[in-house]
């Protein structure tokens, strides 16, 4: 999906559609269908910056824009869950792109990414073999 929204020229309601889909766990929420709510508005209407922003709102509720910058014809996007560390103490995602909302939906997926849980099973994997180095060894004198 990061490497769609690198490629992509523009946004649309077919790519936020998307981006819902593969991204979004708590869309649409129950326990805050007013934001649900918002963001459909948005994308109804075209809005798609302040769509993309609504989305972090809502998955990602304790990341932040920490910068929007534009430069050299590409707009920067840093999301942070520390915005008020200074920048060289901050670990933020960063995503670049041409297009204002693809740079904050491409950092809103990177985010997602990273913030999800490891899968895990509940019970830690053992080798099923010795290592190589374990031999038996007779005890049975004893003098």
């Known amino acids: 999906l990061g490497e769609h929204l690198r490629q992509a020229g523009h946004v649309d309601a077919n790519l936020i559609t998307e981006v ?3 991204a979004c766990r708590r869309y649409p929420s129950l326990g805050q269908t007013e934001k ?3 963001v459909e508005q948005l994308i ?3 809005a798609w910056t302040d769509a993309a922003l609504a989305l972090i709102d809502l998955e990602l509720p304790f990341w932040q824009v920490r910068r929007l910058a534009y430069d050299d014809g590409e707009w ?4 942070s869950r520390e915005r008020e ?5 901050d670990q933020s995602i960063e995503a670049t792109h ?13 985010a997602r990414r990273i913030s999800e849980p490891e899968s895990r099973g509940s019970v830690p994997a053992v080798k099923a073999t010795a290592a190589d180095f374990y031999e038996p060894v007779s005890i049975d004198n004893y003098s």
């Open 44 to 46: 109804r209407t075209g």
């Open 76 to 79: 920067y996007c840093a999301l």
């Open 85 to 89: 560390l200074p920048d060289w103490l």
């Open 98 to 110: 041409a297009d204002l909302a693809l740079a904050i939906l491409s950092a809103f997926v990177e």
């Open 20 to 22: 819902i889909g593969t």
């Open 36 to 38: 649900t709510a918002r």
